[in-house]
């Protein structure tokens, strides 16, 4: 794990960005992107890895809210996009019948808050069994909501 606190408007956003399109595994090959960079004289030992690993990103910009009910609702929707990212997933034989039903409810923002809460461990199994490989996961602006929470009097909820 790699935590980078950087003071506000440091790059972290467009750091996170960069490291998603050069390591996702996905139809499109993003390597013009890098072709101009030093990365791209590196040789072998990192250009093996573009585009190796399913990636997880979660960007929790907007959801700063007034009230637990509102944070709630709007960290379940930033899980849902990802889900829906990824929802390829569901056409796959590695997911059994009530994963796949659970899966559709975080999508359609229908599961029960326990879902949500193992969401992202769930999502990482599912993309580590479907590629055989290793899951990226990147947050952004993890601190928006927990800062949001303290501020306005529902921080032990946020850390439930």
Sequence with gaps: MLLLPRPRRFGKSLNLSMLRYFFEK???DNSN?????????????YL???GQFPVINLDFKGSRANNWELALQRL????????????????SDNLLD????????????KAEQTAYEFALENLSRYLKEYYQQNVIILIDEYDEAVQAAYLNNYYDQMLM
């Design 33 to 45: 992107l890098f072709s101009d960079l030093k990365i791209a004289n590196t040789g072998s030992r």
């Design 48 to 50: 093996e890895k573009m």
């Design 26 to 28: 996905n139809e499109d």
């Design 98 to 109: 009530y994963e796949k039903e659970e899966y559709k409810n975080i999508m359609a923002l």
């Design 76 to 91: 379940k929707r930033t899980i849902s996009v990802e889900f829906q990212r990824h929802s390829y997933l569901l056409e």
